[in-house]
């Protein structure tokens, strides 16, 4: 199944519900920004609208240097995928296009903090 897209995403939910996606764009210019802001509508509608809250527009500049260098956020022209742990810690992360290897990866992640999670939390539903 495909979560990312509006259909999938309440299946996502219902399978892991401890988990969440966060959609971060992060603009180069103000020609990018202008871009994107002007096309927020249209990628947002692309989204189910419950993570429409969970969609933001970040000026590079605004993400300081040594964050991008920890995250190896070097690459302008190419997305990042990352999954994150409760505590906020990268467990997980791609630039550019997953291949299948990296999808099986991303998800058998996110199963297995699903449980971490369940294990730290006993008796917590959602």
Not at 15 to 27: C, E, F, G, R, W
Not at 57 to 79: A, F, S, W
Request: some cysteine.
């Amino acid at each position: 199944a495909n979560y990312m897209i509006k259909d999938g995403y309440k299946k996502f939910t219902e399978l892991y519900p401890h988990s969440q996606m966060v959609d971060i764009n992060i603009t180069e210019n103000s020609l990018k920004a202008l871009f994107v802001k002007v096309s927020k509508s249209s990628l947002r509608s692309q989204l189910d609208q419950d993570r429409h809250d969970k969609y933001f527009i970040v000026p590079r500049k605004t993400v300081p240097l040594p964050l991008r260098e920890q995250l190896h956020m070097d690459n302008t022209y190419g997305g990042y995928i990352y999954v994150l742990d409760h505590e906020g810690k990268v467990r997980w992360a791609v630039c550019g296009e997953a291949n299948e290897k990296d999808k099986a990866m991303l998800w058998k992640t996110i199963r297995g903090l699903e449980k971490e999670y369940k294990a730290l939390n006993p008796g917590k539903s959602t």
